[in-house]
């Protein structure tokens, strides 16, 4: 019995140090988490939202107004729906066959989308789709995440992971854990010329880079650092920079941020909404620099990770870095928060897999 019992603790032994993961996990210093303090004290300002149902869809991880007037949502099965502000009319727009996360509209209402398993589409105010580009000097844009189109044409993308394509990894939640624990921090920022059909690389070195918006002036771009909680400031005139080297073209908004920040949105008086799919867990950062620990919990079965608590929270700040709103439901009624979406008289709020979209009154929450 005995030399069965240590045959059989050499075998777990052996399977969690040795046996085959996909991730080749690298340290990295995590800041002590904040806690939720200072701006981010808890609030409740976000428990309630009023609920537009979605039928049988799920996951409105990007809202959009279309030069329509129609509100636009992007959904888990590959869908782009369309509706009425209030949330009547709702159709299917088109259905990629991929899954689209963020997307926004050119000066012809060419809906540019940023689809996780295909590229970029242009997709027409009828619905046909197009594929703009989903490879840069031969490699894959393996993980197109986010879109932002510039007044002069001129479209910046997120590719979140030059590692991990959710094409090849069962879905987008799988590519980014997978990321995301590896740490590699092989997210970059390009630039798609679509009148020259050229993509260049403004910057790489990101851990997950995630959300993106423009600075009023579009001389800049706000980039969400989802792997490591911050946000940074780009200038779209850089070229290839590497932001691990330091250069005044790239600065830190927001550092140390409480939770994974997903969505970037531009918003009213010039706010910039940011929404976090999960809070901060502390023993994922307590194994940020033990890649071995990492390693070997990523053998567990997935009902073992840590994984961080539910949790709904958003907020804007100012392109100078300032808190200006921050909303939240402790008890995470309304899952995975990855931004607002502010118009005239509402707040929409997306999500990553909510089976609705929920909204708030704007008059409610930000008074004049």
């Not at 939770?259 to 929404?275: A, F, K, Q, T, V």
Request: proline fraction near 7%; glycine fraction near 8%; aromatic fraction near 8%.
């Amino acid at each position: 019995m005995k030399k069965i019992f240590t045959a059989l603790f050499l075998t777990l032994v052996g399977y969690f140090m040795f046996w085959p993961v996909p991730i080749k996990p690298e340290s990295w210093d995590a800041p002590e988490a904040p806690g939720y303090t200072g701006p981010h004290a808890p609030n409740k300002r976000l428990a309630g939202l009023r609920l537009i149902t979605l039928n049988d869809e799920k996951g409105p991880e990007h809202v959009a107004l279309g030069k329509d007037g129609k509100l636009y949502a992007s959904v888990a099965s590959g869908k782009i729906l369309r509706m009425n502000t209030d949330g009547a009319m709702l159709e299917v727009f088109t259905h990629t066959g991929g899954r689209v996360l963020g997307f926004d509209f050119d000066s012809d209402s060419n809906l540019i989308a940023a689809d996780a398993m295909l590229g970029i589409l242009s997709i027409t105010p009828k619905g046909t789709i197009k594929i703009l580009v989903n490879h840069i000097n031969g490699d894959p844009i393996r993980y197109p995440n986010s879109v932002v189109v510039a007044s002069n044409g001129m479209i910046y993308i997120t590719d979140s992971s030059g590692r991990f394509a959710p094409s090849d990894w069962g879905g987008t939640f799988e590519a980014s854990m997978l990321d995301i624990v590896e740490q590699s921090a092989t997210g970059r920022v390009l630039e798609y010329h679509p009148r020259l059909n050229k993509t260049r690389i403004i910057a790489k070195g990101l851990s997950f880079a995630n959300g993106i918006t423009l600075s009023d002036d579009e001389q800049s771009l706000f980039v969400n650092e989802t792997g490591r909680y911050r946000v940074w400031k780009i200038a779209v005139s850089a070229d290839n920079l590497d932001i691990s080297q330091g250069s005044p073209l790239a600065n830190i908004v927001l550092d140390n941020l409480p939770g994974y920040p997903d969505n970037l949105m531009r918003g009213d008086e010039g706010r910039i909404w940011l929404g976090f799919a999960k809070p901060r867990n502390a023993i994922i950062d307590f194994m940020a620099d033990k890649p071995l620990l990492r390693k070997i919990v990523l053998r567990f079965p997935r009902a073992l990770w840590p994984m961080p608590k539910t949790y709904s929270h958003v907020m804007a700040f100012t392109e100078e870095g300032k808190i200006a709103v921050d909303l939240q439901d402790p008890a995470g009624t309304y899952p995975e928060t990855t931004s607002v979406t502010e118009t005239d008289d509402r707040l929409y709020i997306q999500s990553l897999h909510a089976n609705n979209l929920g909204w708030l009154a704007k008059r409610t929450i930000l008074a004049p």
